[in-house]
């Protein structure tokens, strides 16, 4: 069922559910090519000047994490070392990627550094429209990357070409090692005589149910993302608890198999049961600040909100919270793995100088700095460095402990099938299972409506 992604594909698929079909015209008609700023520097000096683009302003998108407010607190020393101003905007999840779709695809060419919310098929359906660029030549040229970048050695080529290529090209760097962990509350489980975290579907049910009866419905068992279409997101390290993910080796959907409907109930059923009242309005936000409130004793979600959640000013739980690996069910155990990572946009006119600003929130000082701070960095050479192995406390190590065992059994497909191009519907399709799971209704009636509007979905893109 798999087939290479025309050009009139792009077009028509960058069109549906975003801005539509008559931005899609406005996309760049080729494929954005190797920076000619790389090719031009073959032949001059190799020597590297951060004040080259002195006097540049760049716009950079983020969302609003904990990345961002990284990426905030390292921008000044940015501008002064370099000359070059960034202005920024960071806003929702929701907001951010449809503000960067958008404005791509209308050709605007301010876009000019972004985090990249796109991954697998539909990373390349961007590459193909032009909207990102090959950077491999820029992190090789030593006119355009700093000496000590290191990032082929420090992150690993194969992590980084199997994550963040397209097409055989680099087009984006990580900038969080991350994967949807466990949070739980030490200090309840202790009171309520719960053993640990749990490790498998069973405990974690156990858990929850121990803390919603000994809390007398005060404090929900778990809270996790129910609002469509983030649950898609955490819900795969269920599906892969099953023993299956989202499509088979055909790339056919398999979310009417007899267990996608396990794990579309099992997943409900925790939120229903000893999850908080309206958990299908609840999405990433809602369910952090739910755990970060003390109101729920454990929640699995992105790695990256440690830092919320151990920053006593945004919680209540700091200080008491405890790691785990995604459970295993009883046909697997494979954690949700990937990571926000940060691209200069293929229609900008300012790409040289987007380049210097992505190689300096993503080296190694950088890193090392977000991981001082309660980061997590896909980079192995903050762990190694002295400053944190001063630092590091048990939780910290705790906390890395979990990541590396989540990358070790990660998946890193796409948050939905990755034959589809239009994830979002996707992924919208699909959480629609899940919401009618968390109300009590037809689970398996709801997963073969959505197993066919997937399945209407490959059969649109194949008559394009």
């Keep these: 069922m798999r087939s290479h992604i025309s050009r009139r594909q792009v077009l028509k698929w960058l069109g549906m559910g975003t801005a539509g079909a008559y931005l899609a015209a406005c996309a760049p008609a080729v494929p954005a090519a190797s920076p000619p700023a790389a090719e031009e520097a073959a032949s001059a000096s190799a020597i590297f000047d951060w004040k080259r ?46 503000k960067i779709r958008v404005e791509l695809m209308a050709s605007n060419e301010d876009m000019d550094v972004f985090q ?22 820029w992190v090789d040229d030593p006119s ?102 989202w499509e088979d080796e055909d790339g056919v959907p398999l979310m009417d198999s007899e267990e996608a409907i396990a794990a579309f109930d099992f997943y409900g059923r925790l939120l229903r049961l000893y999850g908080p009242p309206g958990s299908p309005n609840i999405d990433h936000v809602g369910a952090v600040n739910i755990f970060s409130q003390g109101k729920a004793g454990m929640i699995i979600d992105d790695a990256v909100f440690r830092k919320d959640f151990q920053e006593p000013s945004k919680s209540v739980v700091a200080g008491n919270i405890g790691y785990f690996l995604m459970p295993k069910g ?33 080296n190694k000082e950088s890193m090392l700095k ?44 796409p948050p939905a099938p990755p034959s589809i ?11 629609q299972v899940i919401v009618a799971s968390i109300e009590g209704n037809d689970v398996r009636a709801a997963a073969q409506k959505s197993q066919q509007e997937l399945l209407q979905m490959l059969e649109e893109q194949e008559d394009q």
């Design 116 to 137: 990249l919310p796109a991954g697998a098929e539909e990373r390349n359906v961007w590459f193909d429209a032009g909207w990102l660029n090959d950077i491999g030549p």
């Design 330 to 362: 009883p046909n697997g155990q494979r954690a949700s793995a990937g990571g926000w990572s940060i691209t200069v946009g293929g229609l900008s006119e300012k790409k040289e100088a987007g380049w210097y600003l992505l190689q300096y929130l993503s």
């Design 53 to 98: 683009y002195a006097g540049t302003e760049l716009r950079y998108v983020g969302e609003t994490q904990p990345l961002s407010d990284h990426v905030l607190s390292i921008l000044p020393e940015f501008e002064e070392m370099t000359g070059i101003k960034v202005n920024t905007e960071i806003l929702p999840w929701a907001q951010m990627v449809q």
């Design 144 to 245: 355009m990357t700093h000496e000590g970048y290191d990032l082929w050695e420090d992150m690993g080529r194969d992590y980084l070409m199997e994550g963040y290529a397209s097409r055989g090209s680099l087009v984006s760097v990580p900038m969080q090692m991350s994967a949807m962990i466990g949070y739980y509350h030490k200090d309840l489980f202790e009171e309520y005589g719960i053993e640990g975290p749990p490790r498998d579907f069973d405990e974690l049910e156990a858990a929850a149910k121990t803390v919603q009866e000994m809390s007398g419905g005060d404090i929900f068992g778990i809270t996790m993302r129910g609002k469509p279409p983030v649950p898609t997101s955490v819900f795969k390290g269920f599906l892969g608890g099953m023993g299956i993910m």
């Design 370 to 413: 977000y991981v001082l701070d309660g980061g997590a960095a896909p980079r192995r050479s903050p762990y190694e460095s002295a400053q944190y192995k001063e630092q590091a406390t048990q939780d910290d190590l705790d906390y890395v402990q979990v990541l590396l065992d989540s990358r070790a059994i990660g998946d890193f497909s």
């Design 421 to 431: 191009i239009n994830l979002m519907k996707a992924r919208e399709s699909i959480a």
